[in-house]
């Protein structure tokens, strides 16, 4: 029994925080896609942009629309299309922007893609985000299997942290129309 203490000792002061050097939050990047269950992350994450003085990126990955799904539409109505969506993404982002507190500096930033972590992984890595506040939904089993998982992927496939809030967590109400 002393042995296997004296071993967990070692490894615990080996792993001490005080060899290893953390440095504070920089930069957090909070993906949404504007649903009730990605608005509970907001207030995790807007927590740590305040207690630690961070940047908050808000960023929304618009699905991409094919442009072979409507073949009759000329490029410049394409192109109208495409606009007409990230203008009403950002202004979107721009509502929930204005009712962050002035102390946090906040980015707006939307992107389009097929695969939204992939969009949210190269975000972080672009912005050299320290943490992604991420909701999840929790599913498990055969829903897992046949949705997939945004999150899981994420957690894969990033190089920072990842902070995810369950669907069970407590919910911030967030008012859009307010802001």
Do not use: N
């Not at 618009?62 to 109208?80: C, F, I, K, N, W």
């Not at 994420?154 to 109400?173: D, E, G, K, M």
Request: proline fraction near 6%.
């Amino acid at each position: 029994m002393a042995q296997m203490l004296k071993i967990d000792s070692e490894v615990s002061t080996a792993a001490s925080p005080s060899r290893v050097p953390w440095t504070r939050y920089r930069r957090i990047l909070w993906p949404t896609d504007l649903s009730p269950l990605s608005m509970a992350a907001l207030p995790h994450a807007l927590g740590l942009a305040e207690t630690y003085g961070a940047e908050l990126a808000l960023f929304r990955v618009l699905p991409a629309l094919a442009r072979y799904a409507v073949p009759d539409m000329t490029d410049g109505l394409v192109e109208s299309a495409f606009g007409d969506r990230r203008a009403a993404a950002r202004e979107q982002l721009r509502k929930i922007q204005a009712g962050v507190p002035c102390r946090v500096g906040t980015h707006v930033l939307v992107a389009e893609g097929v695969s939204p972590y992939r969009q949210i992984v190269e975000a972080a890595r672009r912005l050299h985000c320290d943490v992604i506040v991420l909701a999840t939904h929790g599913r498990t089993g055969l829903w897992h299997a046949l949705l997939g998982s945004t999150v899981a992927d994420v957690i894969r496939h990033t190089t920072c942290l990842v902070l995810t809030v369950p669907s069970t967590a407590p919910r911030a109400v967030v008012d859009l129309q307010a802001a």
